[in-house]
């Protein structure tokens, strides 16, 4: 009996070496028959391609299992965190919960119960057993479908509200959203103390190592309502240095220059004013004026 072929069942199939015998004897007599029927010279070394191997061992199960019941202890289980021990207590054919691990380990994720049918040895019956008892916790894709709610018919464009204020989300929630994790939700969290809040989700771009995939969710879930959320003003007439240069948008050097115009000239009036500051460019003047007060 060929070896290879005896520890290839028991490696992929987690059998006994009696059971894994057994198999190999049944895989050899169905071989030799092909053989016989066909007259194509059969060559041993295809006993150890994986793909043959497992269509005959699949076959040969579905034909001697009653496959429409894998077993009278199945339960509610995800196929992307369930554990291969409780698929084989539930009766799953190890060759199923086999392939089932190997396409986990892949990167593979279920996202529906169909996609279980693409499992290479998941035959009909098998899912049918399997199929009720199911249950896919959401992943992003589902779950923005889910917490989405459309807007009515006659508005503009039946977009899909966005669930929360992204001045008013704590880092716990931020945590759900996918990619972002209790680094990036704090890193969020600070950057908004700084600014003095968001006035713009593109804003989000300028956190530290956010990656734009996670930008383009989280946009997805969040707005931005100046109404209800105003941000912090900053008094450029009475703030001191480092009072200034605490904003993101203000270096050391335009704080200080700030004051010394101020200083100079009296108070500021209007935007105008700040314009006169020689460090001030035009891009800085953009992103700080929602932020100034007078």
Do not use: C
């Not at 150890?48 to 339960?75: G, H, R």
């Not at 994720?109 to 019956?125: I, N, V, W």
């Not at 503009?156 to 989300?169: F, H, Q």
Request: hydrophobic share 40%.
């Amino acid at each position: 009996m060929n070896k290879k072929l005896i520890q290839w069942i028991q490696f992929t199939f987690g059998f006994s070496r009696t059971e894994a015998n057994a198999y190999a004897v049944f895989i050899t007599l169905l071989m030799a028959t092909h053989f016989i029927i066909s007259r194509i010279t059969w060559d041993h070394t295809s006993m150890e391609q994986p793909e043959l191997l497992d269509s005959l061992v699949t076959n040969w199960y579905a034909q001697t299992k009653d496959t429409n019941a894998p077993s009278t202890t199945l339960k509610v289980f995800d196929p992307n965190t369930v554990s291969d021990d409780s698929l084989t207590a539930m009766g799953v054919p190890v060759f199923v919960v086999s392939n089932l691990m190997k396409y986990r380990k892949a990167g593979g994720h279920f996202k529906s119960a169909e996609d279980l049918r693409k499992l290479y040895g998941m035959t009909d019956s098998i899912w049918q057993s399997l199929n009720q008892w199911i249950r896919i916790e959401p992943g992003i894709d589902v779950q923005r479908k889910r917490e989405q709610t459309l807007v009515p018919n006659n508005s503009d464009s039946a977009k899909p509200l966005k669930e929360r204020d992204l001045n008013r989300v704590d880092s716990t929630w931020l945590i759900g959203i996918y990619g972002i994790g209790p680094v990036l939700s704090n890193r969020i969290v600070k950057y908004r103390t700084l600014l003095g809040g968001f006035y713009s989700l593109q804003q989000l771009t300028e956190v530290y190592n956010l990656p734009a995939e996670t930008i383009k969710i989280l946009k997805e879930r969040v707005f931005v309502d100046l109404a209800n959320s105003p941000v912090d003003k900053l008094d450029l007439n009475h703030a001191d240095i480092p009072g200034l240069a605490r904003h993101p948008y203000i270096s050391f050097e335009l704080a200080r220059a700030i004051v010394s115009y101020r200083d100079q000239h009296g108070q500021f009036r209007d935007m105008e004013d700040l314009k006169r500051i020689h460090l001030m460019d035009d891009s800085t003047y953009l992103k700080l004026s929602p932020y100034l007060d007078f």
